[in-house]
């Protein structure tokens, strides 16, 4: 898929900068708030649907505007990646309040979604509808993670590590097989990103993905004695 080379993403440039900056105040602001609304949102479910709402009509516009622009096609542009999974639970997390998706969307969702924000994998650059949309989505499935914690009050659990991890093993050879039919790399398990990303610390092809799932499960270990702690101790 060939964008514009004029308006390429260039990481860490000055409008990456401002998304992951924006990203941090969105955090900040909602962790200094927490306290406001939680009687406020507990009992309501209007702001959770609107930005449930929100998330899926970006990503619809998203495909919308692949399609109008001649560039939607089975390799690239099915919502087969790992953020496309935790998108759609974290939409359906904010509509229904079933924490059935919490753990997913906390463990899976922010890891994922925060990988993408720091190192994403894009073509195009700001003012590119598209670069709007792939930082709205990681970025709002980052702050559903954290509004449901600090908000809603939802707990992390260790038991959903376990069921995470097992979710993301059966998804896998799903995936693996699509990549195979449709010569794609969702899920980046044919081979890395091209314009670099935190998967180039894991060793080489396939040797990295046994690696992601060590250090995932690594990383959902600490998030969650973390953000577990803290929510015991309150």
């Keep these: 898929m060939k964008e514009n080379t004029m308006n390429a993403f260039v990481l860490f440039s000055p409008e990456h900068l401002v998304a992951i900056t924006m990203l941090f105040i969105c955090l900040l602001v909602l962790f200094l708030l927490k306290k406001v609304l939680v009687p406020s949102f507990n009992n309501s479910h209007l702001f959770e649907r609107i930005f449930a709402v929100s998330l899926f009509a970006m990503e619809i516009s998203y495909h919308l505007v692949l399609v109008q622009e001649r560039k939607w ?3 690239e542009s099915l919502p087969l990646h790992l953020c496309s999974f935790t998108l759609f639970c974290s939409i359906i997390l904010l509509w229904t309040g079933s924490k059935r998706f919490y753990d997913f969307v906390f463990f899976a969702g922010m890891g994922e979604a925060l ?3 720091l190192t994403p994998s894009i073509i195009v650059n700001f003012p590119d509808f598209k ?4 930082f709205y989505v990681h970025i709002g499935i980052i702050l559903t993670a954290f509004y449901i914690l600090w908000v809603k009050e939802y707990r992390p659990t ?3 590590i376990i069921q995470t991890m097992i979710t993301l093993n059966v998804l896998f050879p799903f995936i693996f097989a699509v990549n195979i039919l449709v010569q794609g790399n969702y899920m980046f398990l044919r081979m890395k990103p091209i314009n670099g990303s935190l998967l180039d610390l894991l060793g080489p092809y396939p040797w990295y993905i046994l690696s992601m799932e060590v250090v995932a499960f690594l990383l959902f270990l600490i998030v969650w004695l973390i953000f577990r702690k803290r929510i015991i101790q309150k």
């Design 73 to 75: 096609s089975l390799s």
């Design 115 to 117: 990988q993408a924000v």
């Design 131 to 134: 670069f709007f949309q792939f």
């Design 158 to 160: 260790f038991k959903g």
